[in-house]
């Protein structure tokens, strides 16, 4: 029987809950808006298999080297590449799956609604759902079940998510290869909070106003270097986009306070990962090569011949660059490391639970004169087309600067 102690231990990636053969676990939303699993004692039947399949028990700590290969990948289609958050390398991975008579599987908004959720697609048009980082954590439901029964028919099946849920599933399946299987995790920040997105989206309704239609969290709007968080609303007038530097909800994700605590200690950052691809931005790309426009590229690391298969067989639809997987993944933080603890992280959840909305977003990252100079700056840094390398010296000089102590 799983029992969890400790919040750090759970990753809330629902493979418990799909593997429970007594339907027993419920997952259960805490005081900070995540899921956790709560068993039913009465029906449980001791079998250990919620135990069997968890990812954070089961986690294989070492970084085991293995033959990889890296590209950088953008998709042919111009629109696809704008409605995606990098280079558009899942829809055209999951357009191959999908032409085989597969079925792709990924997060998006449930319809009608601001909340994510994995959900399973059988059309290309209908793979639209999935583009655009989603920065906050999915529901999943049955949705390793619907893997598994795909799988049984003989379908293809492409899933991707973050490499906890990524695990889960792998576990659910018991480690069972799977030929028409291919998995596709995201080097992830961290995952924060449905709650913290809730209350966002009830701040910017009362702002706002009109009809919100879609949330972009990595909006290609001011352009790929300097994206934006973006409501669309169902009067173009009342359209918002805001960088990282001046919208709320992007700076609690990037100061380390609305992240799952398991994040802090995630047992998943590592380079040789059990996937059979990974994929994250790549910017700025003028560091790998000259022949792609700055417009959006995916990064992509490939793990088996599974992938590189795959990888192959979508030729005509992306351009591709083979790149040395060191260069590929040097510098790349989020691959290796957790977040860092946010010591004020616990008095964030409290007020997120007992203030107003607005007030809460208001105390939290109030617009600040220093804050609007920061966000004129980089956008002018964007627009004259020197944003790349303005970051670069800045990092630069900032780097020198700790190290001189």
Known sequence: MII?????????????????????????????????????????????????????????????????????????????????????????????????????????????????????????????????????????????????????????VIFSGTPCQIEGLRHFLRLREYEKLILVDLVCHGIPSPRVFAKYIEAQQSLIGGKFTNVLFRDKYYGYHYSSFSIYNKDPKKDYHKGIDTNEYLRAFFDNLSDRPSCYDCKFKKRYRKSDITIWDCFPIEQFTKDFDGKGTTRVLVHTEKGKNLINSIGNDVRLIEINTNKLTKGVREMFHSVPYNPKREQFFVDLNNMEAKDFFNKWFPITFRVKMNAFIRLSCHKLGIYTLAKRLFLKFYTRKDERG
């Open 4 to 156: 969890i102690n400790n919040k750090k231990d759970c990753c809330g990636c629902w493979a418990c809950f799909n593997a429970c053969p007594k339907q027993c676990i419920e997952m259960k939303e805490d005081n900070e808006g995540f899921r956790y699993p709560e068993i039913d004692k009465d029906k449980c039947i001791d079998c250990g298999l919620c135990e069997k399949v968890c990812p954070v028990i089961c986690a294989d700590k070492e970084d085991n080297p293995h033959k990889q290969a890296g590209f950088l990948l953008q998709h042919k289609d111009d629109r696809i590449r704008q409605e995606s958050t990098s280079g558009g390398a899942y829809t055209a991975l999951a357009s191959w799956i999908i032409n085989q008579g597969g079925v792709a599987f990924g997060a998006g908004f449930r319809k009608d609604t601001f909340i994510v959720e994995h959900q399973a697609v059988s059309s290309i048009n209908s793979l639209s759902i999935f583009r655009n980082s989603k920065y906050v954590q999915s529901n999943l439901w049955n949705i390793y079940k619907q893997v598994k029964s795909c799988l049984n028919e003989g379908k293809w």
